[in-house]
């Protein structure tokens, strides 16, 4: 499943983005799919999950209320809608899909990753 990430550039601190993941091939919605990041320097950390219909979501602890998951599946792709930006989050994000239709927040239980898209909060 290739995935062709999108969307990220540079923002001012409590600005809004939305990433996009664009995925190829008929079996993107059977999978769910995720969106991880990572900071430089740092490990790549899980930021949000969603299932194969949609119906279900997973966050990040610290991101839940700012962040937003969702998935069309007439179009391939799923999104991360990223409000009240942080400096902290300041990261290169992927996108991935997991060989499980359902929710998963396991990096290793991701398949498919894409090639990142960077996202530079300013303050």
């Known amino acids: 499943v290739p995935l062709q990430a999108s969307g990220g550039g540079l923002v001012q601190t409590g600005d809004s983005l939305r990433l996009s993941c664009a995925a190829s091939?008929?079996?993107?919605?059977?999978?769910?799919m995720g969106w991880f990041r990572q900071a430089p320097g740092k490990e790549r950390d899980f930021v949000a999950a969603i299932n194969w219909s949609g119906s279900s979501t997973d966050y990040a602890d610290s991101l839940k209320g700012r962040f937003t998951i969702s998935r069309d599946h007439a179009k391939n792709t799923v999104y991360l809608q990223m409000n009240s930006l942080k400096p902290e989050d300041t990261a290169v994000y992927y996108c991935?899909?997991?060989?499980?239709?359902?929710?998963?927040?396991?990096?290793?239980?991701?398949?498919?990753w894409g090639q990142g898209t960077l996202v530079t909060v300013s303050s």
């Open positions: 991935a899909a997991s060989g499980s239709a359902e929710i998963t927040t396991t990096q290793a239980l991701y398949n498919y």
């Open positions: 091939g008929r079996t993107f919605s059977l999978y769910s």
